[in-house]
């Protein structure tokens, strides 16, 4: 039975058709996928909002504004604003216009410009001034609710100041009161509600992994096809050796299986390493989702190869469709298939647990932001469970072959 299983894995070796598909592809694919979504993860984070300041003589004789600016707008992990100090208020407006001229030089002004500007009265009170026309879904949208607070803030401190002072000067003296007193405190927690940072970029990798593992049915769709003596001279060779027809395809299959799982393995790994995206550190369990995504690819292969009566070439135009089609859902082709795909998983959930691409593409995404292995064991059950029927259909039609002369 080895012999059998090391001449089924040379045999699947020599087929130099399967790597382009089970190992090619994916390699490809990926190296274009680094370049496409090099920046798609940066453009979700947060960066400081350009902002102009008119800084006149109302705003020099406001010391707690310009202090409080000068805080925001410091360089740093927390910082909030890209700050440019500007003369005149006309200048801050062509600031805001997104005036390329009038930015030069300032700060990371560009594109539509700053998303508004401050200027500070006789009485020391800012005034914040942002551009009309913004939709509410806008980035802009976010930029001036967070200058409007900036300002309002301000201006409800300065008001509470002045009441305190009205009515009790003396308390101004205690600066650990007045620091108190303005102190709003934490309200909120900041927590990691997942358990790696989410990146936009990783999905189209997952869907990837389970593109590739799907192509890598093609594999067992062949072995299986060269067990079939009306199909291959080495099945006619293996129908009538010594070795019962249940070993043989036992010895096939598990050919078949370990070349999937190396190809499939050998893409996790550059994904992993040449294309940096990282699995958490979880790669044992990553291992194991391979390993069932191999299992479930070769009895997907196997049950088109065992289909009677359709030429091979046929076979593998009906696996590169039904691929194609299952990794529709797990929204490998963009961000429109990405949310086609949100979309029909949340209206019909029973959708996917149906479609080993989402399963797949569901057990790494369960793996990089879960704290727990329980979604990513259901996942690769399901894989299994899709493996055992598919496998048992394969062996309904593989029984009722027969042939009258070999």
Not at 143 to 169: C, F, H, W
Not at 313 to 340: E, N, R
Request: glycine share 8%.
């Amino acid at each position: 039975m080895f012999n059998v299983f090391k001449g089924a894995l040379l045999a699947l070796v020599r087929e130099k058709s399967v790597f382009i598909w089970s190992l090619a592809f994916p390699l490809i694919l990926s190296t274009m996928f680094v370049f496409m979504f090099a920046n798609l993860d940066e453009a979700g984070q947060f960066e400081p909002i350009p902002t102009a300041v008119v800084a006149d003589e109302n705003y020099d004789a406001a010391p707690g504004f310009s202090e409080m600016i000068d805080t925001l707008a410091e360089p740093g992990a927390d910082q909030m604003l890209d700050v440019a100090r500007v003369a005149t208020e006309q200048e801050a407006r062509d600031l805001m216009s997104g005036n390329d001229a009038a930015g030069a030089g300032y700060f990371n002004i560009s594109g539509d410009g700053a998303a508004g500007y401050f200027t500070v009265d006789a009485d020391g009170m800012p005034t914040v001034h942002v551009k009309a026309g913004v939709t509410p879904d806008s980035l802009d949208s976010a930029y001036q609710s967070i200058l409007k607070t900036i300002g309002d803030g301000y201006v409800r401190n300065a008001a509470l100041i002045e009441d305190v002072a009205a009515e009790n000067p003396a308390a101004l003296a205690d600066m650990a009161a007045v620091e108190k007193l303005l102190d709003a405190g934490d309200l909120t927690e900041k927590i990691d509600v997942t358990q790696n940072p989410p990146k936009e970029s990783v999905r189209y990798f997952f869907a990837l992994l389970g593109m590739a593992a799907l192509f890598g049915g093609q594999i067992g769709m062949i072995a299986i096809c060269r067990t079939q003596p009306n199909l291959s001279a080495l099945g006619a060779r293996r129908a009538v050796g010594a070795l019962s027809r249940a070993k043989t395809l036992t010895a096939t299959l598990a050919a078949s299986w370990v070349l999937t799982f190396a190809c499939i393995a050998i893409a996790y790994l550059y994904i992993r390493f040449v294309a940096g995206v990282d699995f958490g550190g979880r790669d044992a369990i990553c291992i194991a989702v391979i390993a069932a995504a191999a299992l479930t690819a070769t009895a997907f292969g196997t049950l088109l190869g065992s289909l009677p009566k359709i030429d091979e070439s046929v076979k593998g135009g009906m696996l590169s469709g039904i691929v194609c089609f299952a990794s529709l859902f797990a929204g490998l082709y963009g961000s429109p298939t990405m949310k086609l795909a949100d979309t029909v998983n949340a209206a019909v959930p029973a959708a996917q647990l149906v479609n080993p691409a989402v399963q797949i593409s569901q057990a790494f995404y369960s793996i990089m932001y879960y704290d727990t292995y329980q979604r990513t064991i259901e996942h690769i059950l399901i894989l299994l469970a899709m493996a055992a029927v598919l496998f048992a259909a394969s062996a309904l039609f593989i029984r009722r072959q027969r042939y009258a002369s070999l």
